[in-house]
C-alpha cells in the first residue's frame, strides 16, 4: 500500500534518487537564501527592525541548503542539475509571486509595499515548507541519517511561518490589511498551482529512477491532482489566514549552527 513514509522510504534508499531530492532542496534552500539577504540589505527606513529577522531567516535557509549538501556528500553523492521543472522558487517568481529578481539585484530601497508582498509570499510558502518537514519529522525523527537534520530544519520553518504571521498582523494594524489580503489569495492561488505542476515534475523524475510501474505513477499523478482539487476548493485558505502565532519574534535571536554529517 502506498503511503507517504513507503514512499519517501523509497527514494531515500536509492543513492540516484535520494541525490535527486537533496539537489532540488539545497537548491531550494540555497535560492531561499540569497533572496532574502538582497531583501534584508534593501529595506526600506522604516522598516528597518525587520532587517535583523530578515537577515536571520536568510541564514536559517543557506543553513538548510548546506544541510542537504552536507546528506549527500555523507553519502559520497555529488549534486546533480536541477530540472527547470522542478525548480519551485524559480517556478514561483516566473509566475509573478514574491519579488522580483531583477527588483533584488539592484540597489534601490525597497518601499513598504514590496516587504507586504514579500511577507505574504513567504506565509503562503513557509505554510508549505512547514507541512512538509512536519511530515517527514513525524515519520523520520528518529532516522539515524535524517533525524537531527529533519527536526533542525522543521524547527526552523515553523519560526518562519511565526514570524510571518506576526509581521502581517503589524502590518495590519497599520493599515495595510486590504492589500496583505488581496496579494495573500494572489499567492496563495498561484503557489497551489506551482506545487501541484512541481509534485508531477518530481514524481516523473523518480519515477524513472526507481522504475515505477505505470498504475504507480498513475495513481500518485491521480493523488497530486486530487490534492490540487481540495486546495483548489477550499484547502487554500489556510494559507491565507492570519492569527497570533504562539511563538513571539521567533526570528529575534541568531540563526543556529548546522549540525555536523561526517
Known amino acids: 500500500m502506498l503511503s507517504a513514509k513507503s514512499l519517501f522510504q523509497e527514494i531515500l534508499d536509492d543513492d540516484e534518487s535520494f ?13 531561499g537564501g540569497w533572496e532574502n539577504a ?7 527606513p522604516s522598516e528597518q527592525a525587520l532587517a535583523p529577522k530578515i537577515t536571520r531567516h536568510a541564514a536559517d535557509e543557506d543553513k538548510h541548503g548546506r544541510i542537504f549538501n552536507a546528506l549527500m556528500r555523507k553519502r559520497g553523492l555529488e549534486p546533480v542539475p536541477v530540472p527547470p521543472e522542478t525548480d519551485y522558487t524559480m517556478l514561483l517568481e516566473r509566475h509573478g509571486i514574491g519579488l522580483a529578481h531583477e527588483k533584488l539585484k539592484s540597489d534601490e530601497p525597497l518601499r513598504v509595499q514590496d516587504i507586504v508582498t514579500y511577507l505574504a509570499h513567504s506565509r503562503v510558502t513557509e505554510q508549505r ?6 511530515l517527514l519529522r513525524k515519520h523520520f525523527a528518529d532516522h539515524p541519517e535524517l533525524g537531527r537534520a529533519v527536526k533542525m530544519i522543521s524547527g526552523d520553518e515553523d519560526n518562519h511561518l511565526a514570524y510571518c504571521h506576526e509581521e502581517l498582523l503589524r502590518l ?3 493599515g495595510h490589511g486590504r492589500a496583505i489580503r488581496h496579494t495573500l489569495r494572489e499567492c496563495a ?6 506545487y501541484r505542476d512541481v509534485s508531477l515534475a518530481v514524481m516523473a523524475h523518480m519515477g524513472r529512477i ?3 510501474s ?3 505513477s498513475a495513481v500518485l499523478a491521480a493523488g497530486i491532482h486530487g490534492v490540487y482539487a481540495y486546495e483548489r476548493a477550499a484547502g487554500w485558505r489556510r494559507m491565507v489566514s492570519l492569527m497570533p502565532p504562539e511563538r513571539r519574534d521567533a526570528l529575534g ?10
Open 19 to 31: 541525490r535527486l531530492f537533496c539537489s532540488i532542496a539545497a537548491s531550494g534552500e540555497s535560492q
Open 38 to 44: 538582497r531583501i534584508a540589505a534593501l529595506v526600506p
Open 129 to 134: 515548507a512547514s507541512e512538509q518537514m512536519e
Open 172 to 174: 495590519a494594524h497599520a
Open 189 to 194: 492561488l498561484a503557489e497551489i498551482r506551482v
Open 210 to 212: 526507481l522504475g515505477w
Open 214 to 216: 505505470r498504475a504507480k
Open 253 to 262: 535571536g541568531p540563526a543556529t549552527s548546522a549540525p555536523e554529517f561526517a
